[in-house]
């Protein structure tokens, strides 16, 4: 008679996955995950990989509050609830962009301010003055319509959001240099088709010497990207009907951010990875098993990247190396 197969448990099928994985890593990295898997596969089954960072949060205002507020959108007519998937899915990176930001003052650029959530923060929870740009594939200018229920309120705020359009990637910015203290660029890097390093040539341009940048952008090592290769899933974005902006064209590490930063002249302050809505990986199949894995790296597996620099020195000449391909061999400047 056959015997019945073998049970193999969650926990063993970590260990094989952990032990292969030690066996082709350099000692030191054999090391920290041994000692990180250790620990996991010690504690309740599945471990733990991900620390949510706080969210900040407006004086007088709860979370729940601020939620109420953003689901109660409309930009340019459009009937309420019309945002409430783009809400749902990045509340939590409004917040914490805003929070990078709340307590300065000064002239601030906001570049892809539209639908103006974090616009609406940094008007009322800052003392910043704010200039907004954005594209919809011509120049000139746009005046759009907003409106929200405030806290407490029956009747709905209205305001004009008066925008700059141009294409940050191939256009100079309608701006004199050093014009201005503090400028957000979020959510857009990843929709650079050619050279992002024009676009950040312009930022740096624009700030005043000790400037504030802000940049967020999907974290393409988020754990949930991770558990998504490990099932032999594609992670790339899907191809848009609204054109070759309409899709996430390149995503970046942690790492890379920190690198392209450096080489546009800027000096990161503060960095950290977190997520725009709650998430639950630990409902993923190969959650327990690929968790004594990543444990280690803990506080880069959020959805989104979000960084503080400050423009500290003018950008270098050339295209990094880790980044470009395929330009002429004297735009290349070996960078790594």
């Not at 996955?17 to 250790?38: F, N, W, Y």
């Not at 005046?143 to 990637?169: C, H, M, Q, Y």
């Not at 990986?281 to 400050?310: C, H, N, W």
Request: hydrophobic fraction near 35%.
């Amino acid at each position: 008679m056959q015997s019945p197969p073998k049970k193999v448990s969650m926990r063993s099928k970590a260990r094989h996955i952990v032990g292969t994985g030690l066996r082709s890593s350099p000692a030191p990295v054999q090391d920290a995950l041994k000692r990180g898997s250790k620990r996991v596969l010690q504690a309740l089954d599945p471990p733990l990989v991900w620390q949510v960072p706080e969210v900040p949060l407006p004086d007088g205002l709860s979370l729940a509050e601020v939620e109420k507020v953003f689901y109660s959108w409309s930009v340019n007519g459009e009937p309420v609830g019309h945002m409430d998937g783009y809400v749902g899915d990045s509340k939590l990176r409004f917040l914490h962009t805003w929070g990078l930001v709340r307590n300065e003052s000064g002239s601030c650029l906001e570049l892809g301010g539209n639908p103006y959530f974090t616009t609406w923060l940094l008007d009322n929870y800052s003392d910043l003055e704010l200039t907004l740009a954005n594209y919809y594939g011509e120049r000139g200018e746009a005046r759009e319509t907003v409106s929200w229920l405030p806290k407490g309120a029956t009747a709905r705020t209205e305001t004009d959001r008066i925008s700059s359009l141009f294409n940050v990637e191939e256009d100079e910015f309608p701006y004199a240099d050093d014009t201005f203290d503090v400028l957000l660029f979020c959510e857009m890097l990843e929709h650079m088709l050619m050279n992002p390093m024009a676009t950040l040539r312009q930022i740096h341009r624009v700030l005043k010497p000790d400037g504030i940048l802000v940049l967020t952008t999907p974290n393409v090592a988020r754990l949930e990207n991770v558990l998504q290769l490990m099932r032999g899933a594609n992670i790339c974005d899907m191809y848009s009907g609204f054109g070759p902006y309409g899709r996430h064209n390149r995503e970046y590490t942690l790492h890379e951010l920190h690198r392209l930063l450096e080489f546009a002249g800027f000096e990161v302050e503060t960095s950290m990875t977190a997520d725009g809505h709650p998430a639950n990986a630990t409902k993923s199949e190969l959650y327990g098993a690929t968790a004594p894995l990543i444990e280690a790296r803990q506080p880069d597996l959020g959805q989104y990247m979000f960084v503080r620099a400050r423009a500290a020195r003018p950008p270098r000449e050339g295209l990094p190396s880790f980044l470009y391909r395929s330009w002429p061999p004297d735009k290349i400047v070996e960078f790594e």
